[in-house]
């Protein structure tokens, strides 16, 4: 339906203004919409604060988002030796360790519980009782073995001894991966216990059980591949939200762990190479003088990596098989955990990597297998996601940061991860591939900022780091792709989580959810977190508040533990956007945007009276050229939509106040000269999901000329079913599209664009040619 309004007045043939238009309007048609708000409305508004789903902010955490006056963190420092048996038959780990609980928290402590994340591999574990086996043990024909036949790897903390620093032993208990160890004596506030453990473990053949540590066996030259994780009982985590941490290890959450300093030492075969977490002590004994030497020049590189161990280098040491052994000596401090991998395999590159602040070496450890892809993108790749996220969030604070190759590996620990793709038997690799080694060493590395530093719990919340990281993974890509000169794919741009979040409701979680509990891990932790942090840079509040907002969170929670609340405070408190009905939309629920142009109403201007106007005239006794200036809508087919005036009073009140309104404003020269804008639009939106989002529209112009426009989230705050906006314009609107580039994550498109037509006469055009 076309609508023409008329405008006229007595003195001038045609005036016109916004405020003119809308006070008329204002009259008659948008009355109408008001009375479809259905009751109740108000306390059902998707714009409510949500203090209803967030904890009450107390001393420990502000309701500013920021860590609080009394906020405390516990510690453990760990001293732990450790040797590597690189037995053919079955390798294993023992080890001995002194852990320093320090607690700073208010409360006594009466016994400490340890995580012992091994004994998810034993057998009868916590994961074997509650997974759903499906189709999965036939899948993995040695976790069948094992778990079955009663043959075959047992996984699992042998722990031989508990005791205090004095070694007398203490009583604990356990409960599959958490051992409660019960104290003499309750450990008060700010004190501090020493305790020692010793344990050994048969080490996993992790492509067999997709762990996320373990080893890989190579059969053409008989050696093993280690990447060593989760190799000692580590402290569970006390705090203000929680207490201690008491969800077991299953499979999906990961780790919940405090800050500490590592004093370790590995013992391993004398031919191997290692490289882990913290600062290598005993590095020019370790390396040997030319080693050593290249590792100086590698330094001193800030373009391109440095061979340290040649292809040809790490082939002849595959055969050595030594049967002497070395001890490397580790320090790293203010580290969440530790991890290290060792080989007789590898090769090993490096390069340094100038920050805002300092420098960083970036690492790489890979066997000829990884060859040549390795040597030319891993190091690089590393260099680049420690610029990237620096400049995003804060400088790196290690010293290094290692990618080390492993089959079908994408996991992360403090300076050190292990990462997937290796070309084929002939060294040949597709563009995938080389861009899968990309991707995986951007977000392994990257996962150093969260949750390594920014030390959310993933036991949890796993969007709070695999979300974040996600995104900083894309924004990372996204830079990355101009010098690489060939484009990455990136996954959690808002289009992509589409298929998901309007497939069954039945098998969607919302974002907040706790780890071991989602349905689509990738989707809801991964890229859906990612698209809604996409949103906020790009469309909701902007780059530049959205930027600083992210960088307050980050350095407000460097070495400490945030939660969920915390980062939806913090983005609020450092913006001054309210943002509560999206965190509600995006992250507490599943509801989706299919928001549509329901209607588009084109007005123009004319300076013929229509009947009701002459009409009115009669009714007050006027003639119609005695009328102050006016308003009438009529239709195409000449519908007489003018709003009756019930009163003469009324009629001449409101004439006299925008009468007045153009005295002001123009001069009666300037009045009779007033013909912009030309046209007016009125565009009705309608919201047929649930989502609240802000309104993003394409403009194209008769003269091709094309405008972005966009109206905040809160235009829905009446009513979040429908909503118009009235559009002056001095060209002639053709065409109007609804977030064209599905930044919104509408999940139907069809009725995005006006006319109606356009859309079906390309759908047709489209039909044609593929009947063609
Ligand atoms: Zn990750």
Redesign the pocket.
């Known amino acids: 339906m076309k609508i023409i309004l008329t405008l006229w007045s007595k003195n001038s043939h045609v005036m016109k203004t916004r405020y003119f238009l809308l006070f008329f309007l204002s009259i008659g048609l948008l009355h109408a919409q008001e009375k479809e708000t259905p009751k109740g409305h108000y306390n059902y508004s998707k714009f409510r604060q949500i203090t209803n789903l967030l904890p009450t902010p107390n001393e420990y955490r502000t309701a500013s988002g920021a860590p609080g006056h009394a906020y405390y963190q516990n510690r453990a420092n760990y001293k732990i030796k450790v040797e590597l048996i690189d037995d053919e038959k079955q390798p294993k780990i023992t080890g001995s360790e002194t852990i320093t609980y320090i607690n700073n928290s208010p409360d006594q402590l009466d016994y400490i519980w340890i995580q012992l994340d091994q004994n998810k591999r034993a057998p009868n574990s916590f994961t074997d009782q509650v997974n759903d086996d499906g189709d999965n043990v036939m899948m993995r024909p040695g976790k069948f073995i094992s778990q079955y036949t009663n043959s075959g790897y047992k996984g699992g903390y042998h722990i031989t001894k508990v005791s205090d620093i004095n070694g007398n032993k203490l009583p604990y208990t356990i409960n599959f991966t958490m051992m409660r160890v019960d104290l003499p004596k309750p450990i008060k506030a700010g004190g501090q216990y020493n305790l020692k453990i010793d344990w050994w473990y048969d080490i996993n053949n992790y492509p067999e059980d997709w762990g996320r540590s373990g080893y890989e066996h190579f059969d053409k030259d008989g050696n093993n591949l280690y990447i060593i994780a989760q190799f000692y009982p580590r402290v569970a985590v006390y705090n203000d939200v929680y207490g201690w941490q008491n969800l077991q290890f299953i499979k999906t959450g990961e780790f919940t762990l405090e800050f500490g300093n590592f004093d370790v030492e590995i013992t391993t075969p004398a031919d191997h190479v290692l490289d882990g977490t913290g600062v290598l002590l005993n590095r020019k004994e370790m390396m040997g003088k030319k080693q050593y030497g290249r590792y100086l020049k590698a330094k001193k590189s800030f373009d391109k990596p440095v061979m340290i161990i040649t292809k040809e280098e790490a082939v002849a040491n595959e055969k050595t098989k030594s049967t002497k052994k070395k001890t490397w000596k580790f320090r790293a401090e203010n580290v969440r955990d530790f991890a290290f991998a060792s080989s007789r395999k590898f090769l090993y590159d490096m390069m340094n990597v100038r920050l805002a602040t300092k420098t960083a070496l970036a690492v790489s450890l890979y066997p000829k297998e990884g060859e040549p892809l390795w040597s030319k993108q891993s190091t690089r790749a590393v260099a680049q996601t420690l610029k990237n996220y620096s400049k995003h969030l804060f400088d790196y604070p290690y010293h290094k940061a290692i990618s080390v190759n492993a089959y079908r590996q994408?996991m992360?620990y403090p300076m050190i991860c292990w990462n997937y793709g290796r070309p084929n038997e002939n060294g040949e690799y597709t563009d995938r591939t080389r861009n899968g080694v990309i991707k995986v060493i951007v977000?392994?590395v990257g996962?150093n900022w969260f949750p390594m530093v920014i030390n959310s719990d993933e036991r949890q919340w796993t969007w709070m780091?695999?979300g974040f990281?996600?995104f900083m993974e894309l924004l990372t890509e996204q830079d990355y792709e101009k010098q690489l000169g060939f484009p990455l794919n990136s996954r959690g741009l808002p289009k992509s989580v589409v298929p998901f979040m309007k497939g069954d409701q039945n098998k969607i979680h919302p974002i907040m959810i706790n780890s071991d509990l989602m349905h689509n891990r990738s989707m809801t932790a991964?890229s859906k977190p990612t698209a809604g942090f996409y949103m906020l840079r790009e469309v909701i509040m902007g780059r530049k508040l959205f930027d600083y907002a992210l960088k307050t969170y980050a350095n407000r929670w460097k070495f400490k533990h945030p939660t969920p609340a915390d980062f939806f405070r913090t983005m609020e408190d450092a913006s001054a956007m309210d943002l509560d009905w999206f965190w509600r939309g995006w992250f507490f629920t599943t509801r989706v945007n299919n928001m549509g142009i329901k209607n588009v109403e084109k007005f123009y201007l004319t300076d013929k009276p229509t009947e009701r106007m002459r009409n009115m005239a009669k009714r007050y006794g006027m003639k119609v050229e005695d009328f102050p200036p006016y308003v009438s809508l009529v239709t195409e087919n000449s519908k007489d939509f003018t709003p009756d005036m019930k009163s003469k009073k009324s009629f001449l009140s409101r004439a006299k106040t925008l009468k007045n309104f153009l005295d002001k404003n123009y001069s009666q020269k300037e009045q009779k000269n007033l013909k912009t804008p030309k046209y007016f639009y009125r565009i009705s939106f309608e919201q047929k999901g649930e989502l609240i989002l802000p309104i993003l529209i394409k403009i194209t112009y008769k003269d091709g000329s094309t405008e972005m426009k966009k109206y905040p989230a809160k235009v829905w705050r009446y009513n979040d079913k429908e909503v118009s906006k009235l559009l002056p314009s001095n060209k002639e609107i053709v065409k109007i599209e609804l977030d064209p580039d599905n930044l919104t994550a509408d999940i139907n498109q069809s009725n995005n664009t006006w006319p109606k037509q356009a859309r079906e006469t390309e759908f047709k055009k489209l039909k044609k040619q593929i009947q063609k």
Request: proline residues 0%; glycine residues 10%; negative net charge.
């Open positions: 994408g992360e977000h392994e996962h780091d695999e990281n996600t991964y």
